[in-house]
Each structure stands twice: as structure tokens, then as C-alpha cells.
């Protein structure tokens, strides 16, 4: 999950650097110049996963309020005090996964986490957030409200038939992928593995692999790709700079020094899907960078 924590003051600062050091997180500032508040929140939101203000819940009401679209495609939104006192989520609490990640910075602050969808509250399951889990999309989306509400009155809810369909649309994982010349392709699938193994999925839900231009002829990246029948797609540096700067995705000058660009896994993996959520941000595992990006 790629998160930006985004400050308004220097007290707010500290708590940002200390939250993204315990989960990690891309730090933004701009003060509390509103209009700069404002347009940095219209160019970010969608292309985080989850947005993390530490400021006064209004203020952060009032910067994403342009930008909601559904449910099921809204980033998740938290919001913390400049103390550190309280986490709220604010937004997409189950399928954006905002209540998970607000008890987890809450237990990393030692914070106290506010959470107010009525199935968490009443200490019951929620199926788009059991969904959002395993990689499923809930379709429609007006079922979803039923389901819960059904839970929620301690009704008998069954997996097949009933007055109410909910589909369980299963998602496809693309995975962007760099490595160091000669790096043979076992290395590059138990990096591959292990990435699937973090998010809890087997590397059976990986349909596509994603890279640099540069690694064309790397010989363990093509033949895993054979191997596993996989299709794998390359980008040019300039494309994956297109997609460095759209989604401020942090960069290496080492990677830059060698391949012409300073991120690879995760600019290749959104040059295959627009739109996407990241299940797992760029990750190393030993002269391996993989990220994992749900397919649309």
C-alpha cells in the first residue's frame, strides 16, 4: 500500500517522519498555504493508495471533497492529530483498507484508532473489507450495503444463492521487477514468491511481469517469464519517467546510474494498469526489486 502522509506544520512534521518511519509512507508538506494544500491534494489523490493527513479533520474533509468518486475506487483517507493521539479513518474504511491501516498506525504511535463503520463497531465481518483482503472485487456495489446490513441484524448469509447476488471478482496481480545484470531466475522467482507470500497470495495470481527496456536481454528475467508462461512487457526510461512523475514514485540514483531511471518495479507495473492499487509497493530482496499492482 503506497501511502503520502501530508503535513501543515512543523509539529506535524515530526509526527509525519515518525509514522513514516514505523510504516514507511512518502512525506508532503506544504504549510498551511491552503491553495498549494489544495492543488497538491487534486494531483496526488488517486495515485496513492492512502492519504494520511495530520491535521484538524475539516481541513482534510474540505481537501478530498472535489476529488470522491465511489467507494470502490476512492483511496483510503486517515486523518491524525498533530499530538498523536488519535488516528481516524476517515474514508474507504473496508475495501481501501483505511480501518487496517488506522489500527496499525495507531498501534505503531501508540495512538488511540477511531473507527466508525457499524460492522467494526459491532465487532462483525464486513464482506467488501473480506474482499478488499484477498484480492476480490464486489460487484454491484449496491449489494455490498445488503450483505453488511444483513450481518449486521445477525442474519444467515450464504456463499451461493439468496434474494441479494454479491460477485467475487477475482483480481489478477502484475508484477514489476528489476534486478542486477546476471541475476539468475530462481533468484527472481523467490523474490517474486515472497512478495506474493507477504500480501498472503500465491504467485499462481501473477498474470504479467513488467520492466525496463534496458532488461530485454536479461537472461534469467526472460526465461523465468517462459517458464512460468507468462507474458512480460518492457518500457522505455522515458515511459517509466512519465510515470515517476504522474505518481511521484520515489527514485534511486544507484538504479538511475545503471538503467537510466530511478524506479523500475513500480513505474513498469502502473505502465501495465491505470488506475490501480499497489498490494505491495516496491520491495528488495537482494539484488531483486518487486512491486505488485492489483490488474483492474
Sequence with gaps: MRTAIISLTAKGARLAEKISSKIGGQIFSKGKDFNKLAELVAEIFGKFDGLIFI???????????PHLVDKLSDPAVLVVDERGQNVISLLSGHVGRANELTLEIANAIEANPVITTATDVE????VDAVASRLGLVPE?????????TAILRGEEVFVTAGDVRLNLIPQNLIAGVGCRRGTSSLK????????????RQPIERVKLLASVDAKKDEAGLVSL?????LEIKFFSAAELQKK???????????VTRSVGVGNVC????????????????KTSFKGVTVALLWEN
Design 225 to 229: 517469464a517462459e517458464v512460468m508462461g
Design 266 to 281: 513500480e513505474a513498469a507495473a502502473l505502465c501495465c494498469a491505470e488506475s490501480s492499487r499497489f498490494a505491495l509497493p
Design 244 to 254: 515517476i512523475d504522474e505518481y511521484k514514485l520515489e527514485e534511486s540514483k544507484f
Design 140 to 148: 454491484p456495489k449496491e449489494a455490498i450495503k445488503a450483505i453488511n
Design 188 to 199: 527472481i522467482f523467490e523474490a517474486i514468491e515472497r512478495a506474493c507470500a507477504m500480501i
Design 123 to 126: 465487532g462483525k465481518f464486513s
Design 55 to 65: 491535521c484538524a479533520s475539516g481541513i482534510a474533509v474540505r481537501m478530498i471533497a
